[in-house]
Protein backbone atom coordinates (compact mmCIF):
# COMPACT_ATOMS: atom_id res chain seq x y z
CA UNK A 1 0.00 0.00 0.00
CA UNK A 2 1.39 3.44 -0.88
CA UNK A 3 2.36 5.95 1.92
CA UNK A 4 2.45 9.37 1.21
CA UNK A 5 4.71 12.46 2.61
CA UNK A 6 5.48 16.25 2.19
CA UNK A 7 2.26 17.57 2.73
CA UNK A 8 1.47 20.97 4.89
CA UNK A 9 0.16 24.69 4.72
CA UNK A 10 1.55 27.30 2.12
CA UNK A 11 1.49 30.63 0.70
CA UNK A 12 -0.21 31.07 -2.61
CA UNK A 13 2.86 31.46 -5.00
CA UNK A 14 5.03 28.99 -2.93
CA UNK A 15 6.22 25.13 -3.41
CA UNK A 16 6.01 21.50 -1.69
CA UNK A 17 7.15 18.36 -2.54
CA UNK A 18 5.06 15.22 -1.79
CA UNK A 19 6.76 11.95 -1.38
CA UNK A 20 5.28 8.86 -1.85
CA UNK A 21 6.84 4.92 -1.41
CA UNK A 22 5.27 1.46 -1.20
CA UNK A 23 6.73 -0.53 1.67
CA UNK A 24 9.67 -1.07 -0.16
CA UNK A 25 8.38 -2.66 -3.32
CA UNK A 26 9.33 -1.06 -6.95
CA UNK A 27 6.74 0.67 -8.93
CA UNK A 28 8.04 -1.76 -12.27
CA UNK A 29 4.52 -3.16 -12.22
CA UNK A 30 2.36 -0.42 -12.16
CA UNK A 31 1.61 2.93 -13.39
CA UNK A 32 1.59 5.53 -10.19
CA UNK A 33 -0.63 8.65 -9.74
CA UNK A 34 -1.51 11.31 -7.70
CA UNK A 35 -5.12 12.15 -6.90
CA UNK A 36 -6.59 14.81 -5.28
CA UNK A 37 -10.00 15.59 -3.54
CA UNK A 38 -10.79 18.94 -2.35
CA UNK A 39 -13.69 19.09 0.55
CA UNK A 40 -16.89 18.97 -1.23
CA UNK A 41 -15.63 17.82 -4.43
CA UNK A 42 -14.69 14.32 -6.22
CA UNK A 43 -11.26 13.25 -6.61
CA UNK A 44 -9.32 14.74 -9.68
CA UNK A 45 -6.90 13.07 -11.61
CA UNK A 46 -3.20 15.24 -11.02
CA UNK A 47 -0.33 13.22 -12.40
CA UNK A 48 1.16 9.48 -13.22
CA UNK A 49 3.79 8.30 -14.58
CA UNK A 50 4.06 4.64 -15.88
CA UNK A 51 6.57 1.45 -16.23
CA UNK A 52 8.88 3.23 -18.96
CA UNK A 53 8.77 7.07 -16.76
CA UNK A 54 5.80 8.53 -19.52
CA UNK A 55 4.30 10.90 -17.86
CA UNK A 56 0.91 13.37 -18.12
CA UNK A 57 -0.49 15.86 -16.22
CA UNK A 58 -4.08 16.92 -15.50
CA UNK A 59 -5.29 20.98 -16.78
CA UNK A 60 -5.56 22.47 -13.85
CA UNK A 61 -1.36 21.58 -12.92
CA UNK A 62 0.26 21.28 -16.10
CA UNK A 63 3.72 23.76 -16.36
CA UNK A 64 3.14 23.75 -12.44
CA UNK A 65 3.37 20.47 -10.97
CA UNK A 66 6.27 17.86 -12.05
CA UNK A 67 5.62 13.83 -11.24
CA UNK A 68 9.31 12.05 -11.02
CA UNK A 69 10.89 9.27 -8.95
CA UNK A 70 14.09 7.89 -7.72
CA UNK A 71 16.27 5.55 -9.98
CA UNK A 72 15.65 2.51 -7.75
CA UNK A 73 11.80 3.02 -8.91
CA UNK A 74 11.04 3.04 -4.95
CA UNK A 75 9.50 6.64 -4.45
CA UNK A 76 7.35 8.71 -6.05
CA UNK A 77 7.41 12.86 -6.38
CA UNK A 78 5.19 15.17 -6.91
CA UNK A 79 7.16 18.57 -6.98
CA UNK A 80 4.42 21.84 -6.55
CA UNK A 81 5.49 24.76 -7.35
CA UNK A 82 3.44 28.02 -8.41
CA UNK A 83 0.82 26.93 -5.91
CA UNK A 84 -3.02 27.98 -5.89
CA UNK A 85 -5.50 28.19 -3.16
CA UNK A 86 -7.69 25.91 -5.78
CA UNK A 87 -4.87 23.50 -4.93
CA UNK A 88 -6.01 23.11 -1.64
CA UNK A 89 -7.01 19.25 -1.17
CA UNK A 90 -6.09 15.98 0.33
CA UNK A 91 -3.06 14.50 -2.49
CA UNK A 92 -3.29 10.27 -2.78
CA UNK A 93 -1.24 8.27 -4.19
CA UNK A 94 -2.18 5.48 -5.84
CA UNK A 95 -1.36 2.40 -8.03
CA UNK A 96 -2.79 1.10 -11.13
CA UNK A 97 -2.84 -2.67 -12.25
CA UNK A 98 -1.90 -1.58 -15.37
CA UNK A 99 1.86 -1.27 -15.74
CA UNK A 100 1.67 0.87 -19.32
CA UNK A 101 -0.33 4.13 -18.16
CA UNK A 102 -3.42 3.20 -20.20
CA UNK A 103 -6.33 4.56 -18.91
CA UNK A 104 -3.96 6.76 -16.49
CA UNK A 105 -6.80 9.36 -16.51
CA UNK A 106 -9.72 7.14 -14.85
CA UNK A 107 -9.84 7.44 -11.23
CA UNK A 108 -11.12 3.59 -11.14
CA UNK A 109 -8.35 2.37 -13.08
CA UNK A 110 -6.27 2.89 -9.64
CA UNK A 111 -7.04 -0.09 -7.10
CA UNK A 112 -4.13 0.53 -4.05
CA UNK A 113 -4.22 4.19 -2.66
CA UNK A 114 -2.53 6.00 0.38
CA UNK A 115 -4.12 7.55 3.19
CA UNK A 116 -3.12 10.69 1.33
CA UNK A 117 -1.42 14.03 2.91
CA UNK A 118 -3.00 17.57 3.57
CA UNK A 119 -2.08 20.78 1.03
CA UNK A 120 -3.39 23.51 2.30
CA UNK A 121 -2.42 26.73 0.18
CA UNK A 122 -3.27 29.81 1.57
CA UNK A 123 -3.79 33.25 -0.01
Known amino acids: QPLESGGGLVQAGGSLRLSCTAS????????MAWIRQAPGKEREFVSAMNWDGDSWYGNAVTGRFTISRNNRKTTLFLQMDNLKPEDTAVYYC???????????????????WGPGTQVTVSS
Open 94 to 112: AASRFASGIYYYRIETYDS
Open 24 to 31: GRTFDKHT
